[in-house]
Nanobody, 125 residues
């Protein structure tokens, strides 16, 4: 069973860069057919798809975030990462990494093949 684990700072200052890493075990991020996905859920809000990276390294981003999001991968560490620049308090959320075998997005979190437990990130000074 593939396992995913998010890591990164819990508190980020406004206007700074939010950086999170997802470590994947029991499965290679370079193997088809998976897409490696970042999602978030703000307090009292809905799950939001942020973007994904394919098994061969092609990134996909939500249009609303395209100007300040970057998703990359390190196949030697079996990790993929999220960077959000110029964050505001509205970026406060629980952030999840997930794996989808069919597309860049799978719908609800439970529709993904595997997902991490989520990590709370608060943007505040």
């Amino acid at each position: 069973q593939m396992q995913l684990q998010e890591s990164g700072p819990a508190l980020v200052n406004p206007s700074q860069t939010l950086s999170l890493t997802c470590t994947v075990s029991s499965g290679s991020i370079a193997i088809s057919p998976y897409y490696w996905v970042w999602l978030r859920q703000p307090p009292g809000g809905h799950l939001e798809w942020l973007g994904a990276i394919s098994h061969d390294g092609k990134p996909y981003y939500a249009p609303s975030l395209e100007s300040h999001i970057s998703i990359s991968r390190d196949t030697s560490k079996n990790q993929f990462s999220l960077q959000l620049t110029s964050v505001t308090p509205e970026d406060t959320a629980v952030y999840y990494c997930a794996a989808c075998a069919t597309s860049t997005m799978c719908g609800a979190l439970s529709d993904y093949n595997s997902w991490g437990q989520g990590t709370q990130v608060t943007v505040s000074s």
